[in-house]
């Protein structure tokens, strides 16, 4: 099983590809919706890490993929566009999204 990274700058790329993780850099949401297909076509690939920014590009593409699929595991990191880490509902929401539970 393999790692991929989808980044929207050069600087987290650099740092997973120091600890043997490729990936790809696109800057835009259709860059994002091209990667994510191309990762879900690859059947090494089992994980997918993905900037916080590109997530907000198109979040409806990314949270069907999470409830959808079981592979690949999409996972949201932040990098140096994320002021403050994750926001303090991040999780609540993917509970909301996932089972219809609200937390609130």
């Known amino acids: 099983m393999k790692f991929l990274l989808i980044s929207d700058n050069h600087d987290t790329l650099v ?7 490729d990936g790809v850099i696109v800057h835009d949401a259709e860059g994002v919706e091209a990667a994510l297909q191309r990762a879900k ?7 997918i890490l993905i900037t916080e920014k ?3 590009l198109c979040p409806e593409t990314i949270y069907d993929l999470k409830l959808s699929f079981r592979r690949p595991l999409i996972v949201e990191i932040p990098d140096r566009h994320t002021s403050a880490g994750r926001s303090a509902g991040s999780i609540t929401k993917y509970i909301k999204d996932a089972i219809g539970v609200n937390l609130d």
């Open 15 to 21: 740092g997973m590809r120091l600890a043997g993780i």
């Open 41 to 47: 076509e690859d059947e090494q690939i089992g994980i």
């Open 54 to 56: 590109l997530v907000g």
